[in-house]
Every structure is written in structure tokens, then in C-alpha cells.
């Protein structure tokens, strides 16, 4: 499985971005798919994940802003951020697994997208 993230770019306080992750290779449909964030300086963290069955959940950080989508026969999957803050700030990154798991920890994707950086400033 190959997956391309793209989406990113400049944004303002409050403002809104919508991730894609488009998946090449294996059956979309059984893939679990998960966003994870890196921000200089620090670890990895888990933004959100969503089931083969589009059951969905995020962190406690983007809940309730951030929205988890797919298209399993577009193999593609995407994530909408509205009210965005400086603190979203990182170089995004979606992943893939054929897993049954929570989807909550990076130890549980096999594949990874190359990432795509997300600023938000005004």
C-alpha cells in the first residue's frame, strides 16, 4: 500500500483545511486509516482515526473541530479541520492498516504517508 497526503498549506486562526490521502495498492475498503501530527521539537501524536466501517474517533485536542471522511471507491480518505489554531501547527501525516485495532497509536499502522505541513499564522 502507498498513501499521499496533500492538502497542507498557510492558513489563518480559525480558518479551515481539508487533508487528502489518496491510497495506491491493496483493497481501500479494508484498510483502517489514521492521522497523525508532528510538530518541531516534539513526538508524533494521533489526531484521529476512522474504521473500515467509518467508525470514527479523535484526540481530545481536534474533537469537535476536526472531521474524518473516506471513499473507499475513490481510495481516498480526508480530513476536514475547521477553526484551526497556531497550535495545529505540524507536518501531517495519514497511515493505513489491515489491523483490527483502536487505531490510536502510531505502533499500530504499517503504512505511512509522506506527510504534508500545515501552518497556521496570521
Known amino acids: 500500500v502507498q498513501l499521499q497526503a496533500s492538502g497542507g498549506g498557510l492558513v489563518q486562526p480559525g480558518g479551515s483545511l481539508r487533508l487528502s490521502c489518496a491510497a495506491s495498492?491493496?483493497?481501500?475498503?479494508?484498510?483502517?486509516m489514521g492521522w497523525f501530527r508532528q510538530a518541531p521539537g516534539k513526538e508524533r501524536e494521533f489526531v484521529a482515526t476512522?474504521?473500515?466501517?467509518?467508525?470514527?474517533y479523535y484526540s481530545d485536542s481536534v474533537r469537535g473541530r476536526f472531521i474524518l471522511s473516506r471513499d473507499n471507491n475513490k481510495k481516498m480518505g480526508y480530513l476536514q479541520m475547521n477553526g484551526l489554531k497556531p497550535e495545529d501547527t505540524a507536518v501531517y501525516y495519514c497511515?493505513?492498516?489491515?489491523?483490527?485495532?483502536?487505531?490510536?497509536?502510531?505502533?499500530?499502522?504499517?503504512?505511512w504517508g509522506q506527510g504534508t505541513q500545515v501552518t497556521v499564522s496570521s
Open positions: 495498492g491493496r483493497t481501500f475498503g479494508s484498510l483502517r
Open positions: 497511515a493505513a492498516d489491515s489491523r483490527f485495532s483502536t487505531g490510536r497509536t502510531a505502533n499500530q499502522y504499517t503504512y
Open positions: 476512522i474504521s473500515r466501517n467509518s467508525d470514527s
